[in-house]
């Protein structure tokens, strides 16, 4: 079975659970944090990732860690996880955990390149265009790209729209380029 496939399945049990929970935000947070401790302690990443380390202390080391920092029940999936070897998806099962509950709750997550860190209220007006456009709740997640010179590029999906300085640039050196010379 193809990651994608493993990782939506589980993603999907926990979406569903969330929502029988009412805890949708709650387990996108504490997957989240899951994720944030296995990147500040890379020791303890490979440990919980190692197919030689025994499932048993596997649990045992989650249950040591995470008790009493996230919910019982997201604490039995990632033993749930453990048992049937899943443990590598965490991160696939995060994001696929995400994409269901952004089109749950009819967000859209537009990732916006610029040059520089965009001030608070070219962010506010980006944000109420794009919303007035999709009629979707948006999110932005911003980076900085010196090299963009001027503009923005927006990524929404696998859809990119650039109206960057650098494409113009670009598109002016290349009609430059065509030009005979005499």
Same mark, same amino acid.
């Given at each position: 079975?193809?990651?994608?496939?493993?990782?939506?399945?589980?993603?999907?049990?926990?979406?569903?659970?969330?929502?029988?929970?009412?805890?949708?935000?709650?387990?996108?947070?504490?997957?989240?944090? /899951?994720?944030?401790?296995?990147?500040?302690?890379?020791?303890?990443?490979?440990?919980?990732?190692?197919?030689?380390?025994?499932?048993?202390?596997?649990k045992l080391?989650?249950?040591?860690?995470?008790?009493?920092?996230?919910?019982?029940?997201?604490?039995?999936?990632?033993?749930?996880?453990?048992?049937?070897?899943?443990?590598?998806?965490?991160?696939? /099962?995060?994001?696929?955990?995400?994409?269901?509950?952004?089109?749950?709750?009819?967000?859209?997550?537009?990732?916006?390149?610029?040059?520089?860190?965009?001030?608070?209220?070219?962010?506010n007006k980006?944000?109420?265009?794009?919303?007035?456009?999709t009629g979707?709740?948006?999110?932005?997640?911003?980076?900085?790209?010196?090299?963009?010179?001027?503009?923005? /590029?927006?990524?929404?999906?696998?859809?990119?729209?650039?109206?960057?300085?650098?494409?113009?640039?670009?598109?002016?050196?290349?009609? /430059?380029?065509?030009?005979?010379?005499?």
């Amino acid at each position: 079975m193809r990651q994608s496939e493993v990782s939506r399945r589980y993603s999907f049990a926990l979406f569903e659970l969330a929502k029988e929970e009412d805890k949708l935000f709650i387990f996108r947070d504490e997957l989240a944090a /899951i994720l944030q401790v296995m990147e500040e302690y890379p020791d303890l990443k490979k440990l919980l990732l190692h197919p030689r380390t025994k499932r048993g202390d596997k649990k045992l080391l989650l249950e040591r860690i995470f008790s009493g920092n996230l919910s019982k029940e997201l604490l039995n999936f990632l033993k749930l996880l453990t048992d049937r070897r899943r443990e590598s998806y965490l991160e696939a /099962i995060y994001q696929d955990y995400l994409d269901l509950l952004n089109k749950e709750e009819n967000i859209l997550e537009i990732e916006v390149f610029s040059a520089i860190s965009l001030p608070d209220d070219l962010r506010n007006k980006l944000v109420e265009k794009l919303t007035a456009l999709t009629g979707s709740r948006i999110s932005i997640k911003e980076k900085v790209d010196p090299e963009i010179i001027g503009g923005l /590029i927006l990524k929404i999906g696998d859809r990119i729209i650039d109206g960057s300085i650098r494409k113009d640039l670009e598109a002016l050196k290349n009609k /430059i380029v065509q030009i005979p010379v005499s």
